[in-house]
Each structure stands twice: as structure tokens, then as C-alpha cells.
């Protein structure tokens, strides 16, 4: 069974939610959401992560040994050692091992989870170790302060606990019992559309490339592709990358690179030093486009680092949460060699396209970013790095301009083509 993309759940049959957690502290609350579930006609499957035992409540299907052993470590001797870190490491490993497993073995439809921190951390990483569009649900203390740990590129739905997972009360029982109603409505909605066989292209987009990407995205549909647009803040770039990898998308249209700025610069949108990795890897199209690599991100005009507003670097408020910084002609180089070199460790067809008057809004003629010397350093740096045998095409135009859209859908077409024709 697949979550997304790759077919879809079987209709007509009783669905079953995996309920994961410690049931040895949590006993109570557990059976409590069991009962709920239960009452709405769904089926349970239990695993018991809990270290010092289990309960006596409901039946366990995975008891915390099973759990132990699959995180490479055994129960007993977590117990006599009594170190908590230790048995964490443990069963978090173990519970996205289980998970895992269980998925391919028995299938499950939903999954729910419940905890404090620790607790959170256990089960989200069952959760994060399932498939995208596997319904996914964590009440969790930590739910109103950054998710990013527990959620991670996975789409786990996080409700706040309000009071601690500590019994069944007042409080919780309305948390508990909408939590429930969340999973079983989430594991009866039918998706339509689930069997769509299109060919997927992932975009990346920035605000400020929109109006290009969204041209492109328009011109793709009507020749027959799925276009998967990804928000170039950090998260989006690694999801694009993680997707790309477990081959759910079949080429990369990459107009927005910005991310790659703050990882060159510090700023808050960093997608990491893998950003534009998995596609050369998987061997898929990948057409490169330097958009947005004119900007930095930060937060309120307070947050960008000191030592850039001393040298009087070119701020722009974007709006009152995020400052946007220009790079300079020597970041730029930085990331055209990078570029270079990700483009050439591809194995699949690959390509560059320079917008020559403009890497996005604000380095458009006579705006705010506008450097064309900053520009032609990463086109530059790009070209000089690029082994033979990689295309580079440049338009006289801005990055969101018509001709630019245009051309990019056309060259993106014909790497694709050279990806079937490579195939045979």
C-alpha cells in the first residue's frame, strides 16, 4: 500500500488506526481515545513504546520489547540502567522501525499518537517514517511552540494537548475526543484524483518568482504534466528534495534557488547543503534557474545579523516579519560554483537558464536589488564551472517576463524528451 502519488487506499474496507504511545504512564488516556475511535467504526492496532511496562486496559499488539529490539536495544537492560536518554534513542529508533514495518506488513490507514515532549518525539518519528498522505495525528504538549522537530518533512497533524497527557479530565476529554473524531474523519475522507497517472513535475517558487512559475505551471498542465509547487522557505526545498528521492516526482523545475542564498549568508530560509542534490542522484530532468539568489532572508529588520548592518549591506523590508538582505557579487560566486559542481554530479539531463535582466521582482531594471554586476558573477561562476556537455541558456529578460516562462517550459520539455530517449 501507498499513501500518495503511487494508487491509493482500497474502498470499501473497515479502516484501521494505529494507536502508538507509552501505555505504561499513559494508560488511561490511551483507552479513553480507543473507546472513541472505536465508537466511530474504525478498527485498532496498539504499540506500546513505554519503557516501564504496559497496560492491562486494552490489548497491545506490539508490546515495548518488540518496540526495543527494532531500535537495537534490549528491555531489560534499558530498565537497569534507568537512563532516559538511552531508552528514547531506543524507541524512537524502534517505533519508526515498527511503524515501518507494519505498514508494509498489515497495513494501517491513520495513525495517532499522544505525549509530552519525549512522548511527542517517539511517535512522530513512527510518523515520520510513513508515507505522505498516511493520515497522521500527535496531541502533544509541544504542539504550540515550533513543530519542526516532531513534524519534520511529513504531514503530521499536531493538536495541543492544553494540559498535560496525564489523565482523562475535563480538559483532555474534549481534546481526546476531537482528536479522535480528527483521525477516523481523516482515514474515511476519500481523496479524489488518488489514481491521477500524469507525469510530476516539482516547481520551486518564491513570492518573488511567482508570476513565472505559476506561467510555467499553466503551460505544463496543458501539455499533459502535474505541476508540484514547493514554497523555497527551508522546509519546502528539503520536502521537494525528500520527495525527488523516494521517486515520487519524475523531473525538477528548479526556477527559485534562493534557499541556497541563506545557506550561504545564514539566513532562515536554509534548505541545507543537499539543495539540489536528489535530482542528479535519481537521475531525473533538472532545470536550473538562479532565482531569487539576490536575497537573504531574515526576520524583523532587528534579526539580521549585526555585522551586516555595520557594513551597510542593502536591506529591503519585505514586510514587517521578513528583511530581505542582496548578496553581494562574491556570495553569488560561492553559489555558482556550487551549482556547478551539483549540476555536474547529475547522471540524468540537466540544464541552466539565466534570466539577464533580473533574478526576480526586486532585481528588476531600476529596482531596489537591482546589480547586474552580482548577477553576472553567479552566471559566470556557473558557466566557468560547468564540465562539457551542460547546457546554458540565457533570455534578455527578467525572471517573471513571458519570454522567460516560455522559455523555460521549452527547455524543460526537452530534457525530459532526452530522459526518454536515454531510457530506450
Known sequence: MTAIGRGGFVDGMKKTVMLIGAFDTKGPDYAFVRQQIAARGCELMSVNTGVLGSTDLFPVDVEADEVARAGGADLALLRRH?????????MTAGAAAIAARLFVERGFHGILGMGGTGGSSVVTAAMRALPLGLPKVCVST???GDTSAYVGLRDVVMIPAIVDVAGVNRISRVVYTHAAGAICGMVGAEVT????DRPVIAASMFGNTTTCVEACESALAAKGYEVLIFHATGTGGRTLEALVAEGLVD???DITTTEWADTVCGGIFDAGEDRLSAPGRRGIPHLIAPGCVDMANFGAIDTVPMHYREAGRNLYEWNPSVTLMRTSAEENRRMGAVFAAKANAATGPVAFLFPLKGVSILDGDGQPFCDREADEAIF???RRGLREGIAVHEVD???NDPLFSEQAVEVMVELISQAKGGKG
Open 82 to 90: 534507568g537512563d532516559r536518554g538511552e531508552a528514547m534513542k531506543a
Open 397 to 399: 529578460a527578467n525572471i
Open 142 to 144: 509541544a504542539a504550540s
Open 193 to 196: 484524483g488518488a489514481g491521477d
Open 380 to 382: 559566470e561562476a556557473i
Open 251 to 253: 523531473a525538477v523545475l
